[in-house]
Every structure is written in C-alpha cells, then in structure tokens.
T-cell receptor, first 117, second 112 residues
Framework: KAGVTQTPRYLIKTRGQQVTLSCSPI?????VSWYQQTPGQGLQFLFE???????NKGNFPGRFSGRQFSNSRSEMNVSTLELGDSALYLC????????????????FGPGTRLTVT | DAKTTQPPSMDCAEGRAANLPCNHS???????VYWYRQIHSQGPQYIIH???NNETNEMASLIITEDRKSSTLILPHATLRDTAVYYC?????????????FGKGMKLTVNP
C-alpha cells in the first residue's frame, strides 16, 4: 500500500498570505489528523477529520482550518500567515475503528515544511 | 490521560539491544501504551502498543511491568538507522476521535 502523501513538501510564504496544504491518506483509512511541529512546542495536534466531519480540534486559532473530501483526502488552510506559523505540518491517517486500540495507530506522511518570511 | 516520563537521551552501540524505558506510574486500567519514533526530518512512525501483556512485532518488543507503572521498548539489534526520538504515549480509548499527545520523547543515538 502507498503511504500517506503530502503536497507540497516545502513552501515559502510571506506574512499575511494564506496557504493550503494537501494530504492523501493510506487507501482505506478514513481518519485524517493534522499536527504542527516546531522546535519550541514540539508536536501539537491541530484537528482530526473522519467521514468529512471534524471530530476533534486542538488549541489553535481560527486561522487554522481544514476539510476532508469524500475520498478521505484532506486539506488544511492557514490564513493571514504569521512568522510563528513556520513549522513542519504533518498529516496522519488511521484505520480508525470505534473501541479498537488500532485507532491510535497513526501513519504519518513526510510533512510539509512551511517557512513564513 | 496518564503522564509519561522518559530520560531525555541515551546511547547504544550498534548491534546491541537498546532498552528504552518509560515511566507511567499514574496509568489507568483502560489505558494503552504506545510507542512512536521520529527519525530526523521525517514524520513519526508507529512502532508498537500494548495494554498489559508483552508484545512483539517485526520492529520491537514491548515489556510492560505487572503493575503497569512502567514499560520498556526493546530494539533487539540496534542499527544506525534506529537513531531517532522515541515517544512513549499513554492513551485511553474514548470511542470517538483518538488524538495523540506527544511529549518531548527520548533521543536514542546508536553509535558505530
């Protein structure tokens, strides 16, 4: 099976711009989560989508949003970029099944490295 | 969810077993122990999980103490490619969205 793919891999944007990142999960996985990783804060949960619905959201401002399509592909958007948004954005997919410990088996993509100048 | 404590770093010689400790003294009966690792500049990689029995897969073994207050991830024959940050995570199933909460992890350096 192909792994989780994320595009683009690298991105440079200017403060105030917006950006859209894309994630294609492993075939058959319906749960997609997004994480932000910075040297200072480590890995932090952004949000999780399942069957096109956001089920969980981390503690990030409303400038961070996402969506999931019927084929489970997901996008996240960051509007009005700030310097502090420079980070590695990671997408993970999971074969989520209610009540199963495999729900925490998340398979991560390589990430998108976003630099805001 | 129970908090985990890992040493910040450890070294291991290539070819030897690497034993990575994790303390989770406040773990509840319904909480699982998960291990992930992150090789530099890559996304985290799921390794293994367990509840109370010892578990083994092609990557590693997980030994959970009888009282479940601590566990050890064992890489039987460490290679240079095992150099990574290892995360021990304790989570309970909630029947809904299951998000991972990563701590600082432990940096394992495998030396030639």
């Amino acid at each position: 099976k192909a792994g989780v793919t994320q595009t683009p891999r690298y991105l440079i944007k200017t403060r105030g711009q917006q950006v859209t990142l894309s994630c294609s999960p492993i075939s058959g996985h319906r749960s997609v989560s997004w994480y932000q990783q910075t040297p200072g804060q480590g890995l932090q949960f952004l949000f999780e989508y399942f069957s096109e619905t956001q089920r969980n959201k981390g503690n990030f401002p409303g400038r961070f949003s996402g969506r999931q399509f019927s084929n489970s592909r997901s996008e996240m958007n960051v509007s009005t970029l700030e310097l502090g948004d420079s980070a590695l954005y990671l997408c993970a997919s999971s074969p989520w099944t209610s009540g199963s410990p495999s729900s925490y088996e998340q398979y991560f993509g390589p990430g998108t490295r976003l630099t805001v100048t | 969810d129970a908090k985990t404590t890992q040493p910040p770093s450890m070294d291991c010689a290539e070819g030897r077993a690497a034993n990575l400790p994790c303390n989770h003294s406040t773990i509840s009966g319904n909480e699982y122990v998960y291990w992930y690792r992150q090789i530099h500049s890559q996304g985290p990689q799921y390794i293994i999980h367990g509840l109370k029995n010892n578990e083994t897969n092609e990557m590693a073994s997980l030994i959970i103490t009888e009282d479940r207050k601590s566990s050890t991830l064992i890489l039987p024959h460490a290679t240079l490619r095992d150099t990574a940050v290892y995360y021990c995570i304790v989570r309970a199933l909630r029947g809904g969205s299951e998000k991972l909460v990563f701590g600082k992890g432990m940096k394992l350096t495998v030396n030639p």
